[in-house]
């Protein structure tokens, strides 16, 4: 039997397994920074399995490694495994059972997939030469971001990692299918806050306040500029703003300050620096005109995802030997971010997705919705992928 039916076979076999670990997890969401259950439990199938790892890493992080014949390259896959703040309104049998908490992302399938990777490769082991670490990563879901405390905890060397592999649900993609673009693929991603000040008063003496409200709309308005004149027309762009609050309370009370909230975005990592200069200069300098201040807070989050060109090519040959060949997709170019970029900034690294919808059983939702779910099909796929990736 070949290593490819090997595999196939393997993951038929465990995935009744994994989908029960995936809807433990789904019952059982923690937080960014706060997946403390999570990270045990992990250690425990780990441990039932007699895979090495290492506990706790970055938190509550876990790093499994499986070392195969000696000889070889040591490679990577990572799974995320913290969820969303987010109230579920599935009404499954696996439905979240903490209050407010939700694996609205499918963090709770790319821990199973890789969970359910890391025991076929132990079990495929003398089938193959070198070794493969696999990380069960927190926290990718809030700032600085799980995968930046890992690199810093040297997840990535001794010994170092030649390459890395993430895996990603994607609903508009029907289970069976996966897709993949080079090169670019997701955008960096910064937070904005602004606190623009004035001088509050009521509403039908206009001539003696200097109005926030009125600063904050000119200041908005202003900024778009950083799109449509500072950068390259080239260069994808994303500046927008979606919380604005002031402390004001009836309608007739002009308050004395306005908080804004926003998000830039961008595909270039060194305009991205030239831009927070130009939206500090364009805020602060529009408050002072108009008789105000504007405090700036940009706080730097993920870096641009940019997919290796010789992994996306390895990810399209061994997908399509794995699937065929219709059913491998190419992907558009996003704006939305996620911390395996950071990965990408150290070693050669691939960040692909795995079909989960179903439009037949209405399994349609977006990621980040209350009634985000997947064909638990999408497993046994998505476990064997990984490991016939690395192999």
């Known amino acids: 039997m070949s290593l490819k039916d090997k595999i196939e076979t393997l993951a038929k076999e465990y995935y009744e397994e994994v989908r029960g670990i995936r809807r433990h997890l789904h019952m059982h969401p923690e937080l960014s920074y706060e997946e403390v259950e999570t990270g045990k439990y992990i250690v425990s199938k780990l441990e039932e399995w007699g895979i090495n790892y290492l506990y706790p890493v970055a938190g509550n992080g876990v790093v499994a490694i499986i070392e195969g014949k000696e000889g070889g390259i040591v490679r990577a896959i990572r799974g995320d495994i913290d969820a969303l703040p987010i109230q579920e309104t599935n009404?499954?049998?696996y439905k979240s059972l903490n209050e407010g908490v939700m694996h609205a992302c499918g963090h709770d399938v790319h821990t199973a997939c890789a969970l359910g990777a890391a025991r076929i490769l132990h079990e495929t082991r003398s089938d193959w030469s070198g070794v493969v670490k696999v990380l069960l990563q927190p926290a990718e879901e809030k700032l600085p971001g799980g995968a930046s405390i890992m690199i810093k905890e040297g997840v990535l060397k001794n010994p170092e990692v030649e390459y890395i592999f993430g895996q990603h649900v994607h609903p508009p993609l029907e289970v069976g299918k996966v897709g993949i673009k080079g090169g670019d693929y997701m955008a960096s991603a910064d937070e904005i806050y602004l606190t623009v000040k004035g001088k509050g008063g009521h509403g039908a003496l206009p001539q003696k306040v200097v109005d926030p409200v009125m600063i904050s709309a000119n200041i908005l308005?202003?900024?778009?500029?950083v799109i449509s004149r500072k950068s390259a027309p080239n260069v994808p762009n994303v500046l927008s703003f979606?919380?604005?609050?002031?402390k004001g309370g009836a309608t007739n009370v002009i308050p004395d300050e306005v908080?804004?909230?926003?998000?830039f975005r961008t595909m270039d990592e060194e305009w991205r620096y030239r831009a927070h200069e130009h939206i500090e200069r364009i805020a602060r300098s529009t408050a002072k005109m108009m008789g105000g201040e504007c405090e700036v807070d940009i706080r730097v989050g993920y870096p641009c995802l940019y997919n290796n060109k010789e992994l996306s090519d390895r990810f399209r040959s061994k997908a399509k030997a794995y699937v065929g060949e219709e059913s491998v997709v190419e992907l558009p170019l996003r704006m939305t971010a996620e911390d395996f970029a950071y990965y990408g900034h150290e070693v050669r690294a691939c960040f692909y997705r795995l079909g989960t919808g179903?439009?037949?059983r209405g399994i349609v939702s977006p990621v980040h919705t209350s009634k985000f779910d997947v064909d638990e099909e999408s497993l046994m796929l998505g476990m064997g992928l990984m490991a016939w990736?690395?192999?």
């Open 91 to 93: 009404e499954v049998s």
């Open 221 to 225: 308005m202003s900024l778009q500029q």
């Open 242 to 246: 979606g919380k604005i609050n002031s």
């Open 259 to 263: 908080k804004i909230e926003g998000t």
């Open 358 to 360: 179903n439009k037949e």
């Open 389 to 391: 990736l690395v192999v």
